[in-house]
Nanobody, 121 residues
């Protein structure tokens, strides 16, 4: 059972900051990439940011300059630093991992349960 456990969500005022974390555990042989999606009510799930095991990163345009993704390969953990938060950033944020799990038949995508981020005064 590969599990992704997220933490760090909550309520924050506009202009504030939050730092999300996601740790993967279980029968993982290798992780190729980890990242974050988000979904607001009535909207499609959208990519926020992704980081590969080689530390290459990519961001959605609306998050560039405000969000920073980083990772710790040894701990199978990814972080999302969110600064200058806006009300439109309010959404459920989902962590994902592209991982090779036991017994290693191929890479699969695993998802966390989601963590609520609410930006409001």
């Amino acid at each position: 059972q590969v599990q992704l456990v997220e933490s760090g969500g909550g309520l924050v005022q506009p202009g504030g900051s939050l730092r999300l974390s996601c740790a993967a555990s279980g029968p993982i042989l290798r992780i190729n990439a980890m990242g974050w999606y988000r979904q607001a009510p009535g909207k499609q799930r959208e990519l926020v940011a992704v980081i590969t095991s080689g530390s290459s990163t990519n961001y959605a345009d609306s998050m560039k300059g405000r969000f920073t993704i980083s990772g710790d390969n040894a701990k199978n953990t990814v972080y999302l630093q969110m600064d200058s938060l806006k009300p439109e950033d309010t959404a459920v944020y989902y962590c994902y991992a592209q991982a090779l799990d036991y017994p290693g038949t191929g890479y699969r995508t695993f998802w966390g349960q989601g963590t609520q981020v609410t930006v409001s005064s």
